[in-house]
């Protein structure tokens, strides 16, 4: 562009005289002051005070090919409402919708008094210098996240006004006696099998086996929520001492993406909200980031196994042509979730929004969800479905991503009464002798076996009863509770009074095992799971009377010298011994039955989600968390 002199106006000074134009640039620099000074006053979306006064933001790790799933994940807040192409999303919009519990939890803080001190830490004051650093400076970055805010976002404190601890002093003792179970368990651990995997019972030595890739200390990390909420606090800093000194993530070796998720980075998340202590936060972050190469497949569909260190992937050797199976990649969600939550690297919920978005879009078989699916091609691989072993936990996942959002992931919902619809019609039976069960469903034919996994459903069926159809309510508490009834027969009908690995409806079995190699019990904890969601849902009393039994029976026939072991046949009281103290009977078994002794305020449903190796998670009230000045100011005084 040429600029031309203009006529009558000399180059320099446009023709003013020096004092006119010390005026004139006195206003022009008042006005740029003033514009930049209102920056400040604009509200966070304004495009403006994003670019003058950007924030310091965590940069996302790009792992792999980014996805359409974009549209879904969660941003930083400033960005929180607009897509890439900047149009608003009404999804994320709709994460807003719902009223702030925020201000209702304030009164009730207030009127609770004194006892709200105790709301955050009841045990082990534990706030660590980085957390007193950043709790002075709420909202100072509304992407960090915030140990004291979000403890201020919980509805009631973590581990109720007493630690759950019932008056009725008969389950009282029950709850006493399931936490010297946990101590016997962990003390056999420790002083067998310490740092490795789980204890081998009887041969007393440790098992590393070959699920971790390397990883060891399985049965600590599954344990460290389990003696916080039963106050078992020297049990608890032996364990937090072995993370900080010798959990190492640098392992190199086959590991189960599934298994690693929910044991390690689970246990790992549920100990950080539990105890605020940073470690915990900062190895699940580290070990989350290890887990991201399976994801690199073209379809974002990650595959089963991977190399902790070189980040290399593959699929099961097992599993069909190569394929993923539907409860390990559908079984991340929650974990994912809370790894964006505390890192503010939305990665991680970006993974999980790409499974869930093509298994929402992918075509269903009379709307049922196959066990096997291709990462390469994205296509079912066989039409075996299952609510049992390689089904199971996806379905679990799909309504507790729905709580867990504070009940603003209406495509969760969705998908979960949708494939709740279609297991009621295809898959739900009723037996000769009056059982309901759920069959498995192999293209088109039922095989009519129930796997001791299957009894979670009773649970899970139960938790989602709240939120479906109106019309369908109480019909969803009854099938829950016929589930659960079913496992109970099937614990019932053996001779110790423990469940099978699975359980037949044909040739004239109800509720029991007919083949040799279904006969065993490894210390599961899917039956005393659905009995302890069905207590706190009906406090019918049957529940408890039924975690007793199996307490007994667990006493009577798992128990051995030194620790606890699965049998190998629930027919016959001669028991034979498997050998191994699994782990999950430690994070599982025995939280859900001490839980089931204890007040419902122990770890309340109204602020926590369990994970499926029950390590509990809490509610994300977004509208809470985002809040800032006001409350902000309440937090830090
Ligand atoms: C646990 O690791 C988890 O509950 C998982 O979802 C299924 N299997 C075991 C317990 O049986």
């Known amino acids: 562009m040429v600029f031309r002199k203009l006529p009558g106006v000399s180059a320099s000074g446009m023709g003013l005289r020096l004092s006119q134009k010390f005026v004139f640039l006195l206003f022009l620099s008042g006005l740029v002051t003033l514009c930049f ?8 979306s304004v495009r403006l005070k994003r670019i003058f006064l950007s924030k310091t933001e965590t940069q996302p790790v790009t792992v792999g090919s980014e996805n359409d799933a974009r549209e879904h994940i969660k941003r930083p807040k400033d960005q929180s409402m607009t897509s890439a192409k900047g149009e608003t999303s009404t999804k994320l919009k709709s994460l807003n919708r719902k009223p702030s519990v925020s201000h209702e ?3 009730e803080r207030m009127a609770g008094g004194k006892a709200q001190e105790d709301f955050t830490l009841p045990r082990a ?5 980085s957390e007193k650093a950043t709790s002075s400076n709420h909202g100072a970055n509304s992407d960090t996240f915030s140990y004291k805010k979000f403890k201020w976002c919980l509805l009631k404190p973590p581990l109720g006004r007493d630690g759950g601890g019932p008056s009725d002093p008969k389950t009282n003792e029950r709850r006493e006696k399931v936490k010297e179970m946990m101590k016997f368990a962990w003390d ?3 002083r067998y099998a310490w740092g490795k995997n789980e204890l081998r019972p009887l041969t007393r030595n440790g098992h590393i086996g070959n699920m971790f890739g390397g990883l060891r200390g399985a049965s600590i990390i599954d344990s ?14 032996d364990a ?3 993370v900080k000194t010798n959990l190492d993530l640098n392992s190199n070796g086959e590991a189960s993406l599934f298994e690693v998720n929910i044991r390690y980075v689970g246990g790992l998340l549920s100990a950080y909200y539990l105890t605020g202590e940073e470690l915990f936060k900062n190895k699940a972050v580290e070990l989350g980031e290890k887990l991201l190469p399976a994801f690199n497949t073209p379809t974002g569909i990650p595959r089963g196994v991977i190399n902790l260190g070189s980040g290399t992937s593959w699929s099961w050797g097992w599993a069909s042509a190569g394929s993923s199976i539907l409860a390990e ?3 991340l969600h929650l974990e994912f979730v809370h790894l964006t939550e505390l890192s503010s690297n939305p990665i991680y919920t970006e993974k999980v929004m790409n499974i869930r978005k093509l298994l929402n879009k992918i075509e269903k078989p009379h709307g049922l969800y196959p066990n096997f699916l291709s990462p390469v091609s994205g296509n079912w691989v066989q039409h075996h479905v ?4 390689l089904g199971d936990s996806f379905y679990e996942y799909l309504i507790k991503s729905y709580l867990m959002s504070d009940k603003t992931d209406d495509d969760a919902k969705k998908m979960y009464y949708n494939a709740l619809e279609a297991i009621e019609a295809n898959l739900v039976q009723k037996s000769p002798g009056g059982l309901t069960y759920m069959a498995e469903w192999r293209g088109g034919i039922l095989d009519h076996k129930m796997g001791h996994l299957a009894c979670f459903s009773g649970g899970m069926i139960g938790i989602g009863a709240d939120d479906g159809a109106p019309d369908k309510r109480q019909h969803y508490l009854d099938l829950a509770a016929e589930i659960t009834h079913t496992c109970h027969e099937s614990y019932v009908r053996s001779a110790t009074k423990l469940g099978p690995e699975a359980f037949r409806f044909d040739g004239g079995a109800e509720a029991t095992a007919t083949r040799l190699s279904d006969r065993y019990y490894i210390l599961r904890p899917e039956v005393i799971e659905s009995y302890m969601y069905m207590w706190r849902l009906t406090h019918d009393p049957k529940y408890r009377e039924w975690g007793w039994e199996a307490v007994e029976a667990l006493e009577e026939h798992c128990r051995v010298e030194s620790g606890f072991s699965g049998i190998r046949d629930v027919y016959t009281t001669t028991v034979s011994h498997d050998n191994m103290q699994q782990s999950f009977f430690l994070s599982e078994t025995l939280k859900y039955l001490y839980l089931l002794f204890s007040n419902d305020d122990l770890l309340p449903l109204e602020d926590w989600v369990f994970n499926t190796e029950a390590h509990p998670l809490p509610i994300i009230r977004k509208s809470c968390l985002q809040e800032e000045a006001t409350q902000d100011k309440t937090v830090s005084e």
Request: zero cysteines.
């Open 224 to 237: 460290l929520d389990t003696l916080f909420i039963m106050g078992l606090m020297e049990e608890y800093n």
């Open 329 to 331: 990649f559908g079984t």
């Open 188 to 190: 056999n651990y420790k």
């Open 105 to 107: 939890a304030t009164e």
């Open 37 to 44: 000074g209102a920056l400040f006053f604009l509200p966070d």
């Open 240 to 242: 937090k001492e072995w």
């Open 125 to 129: 004051k534990t706030e660590s210098a």
């Open 386 to 389: 299952s609510i049992g072993g």
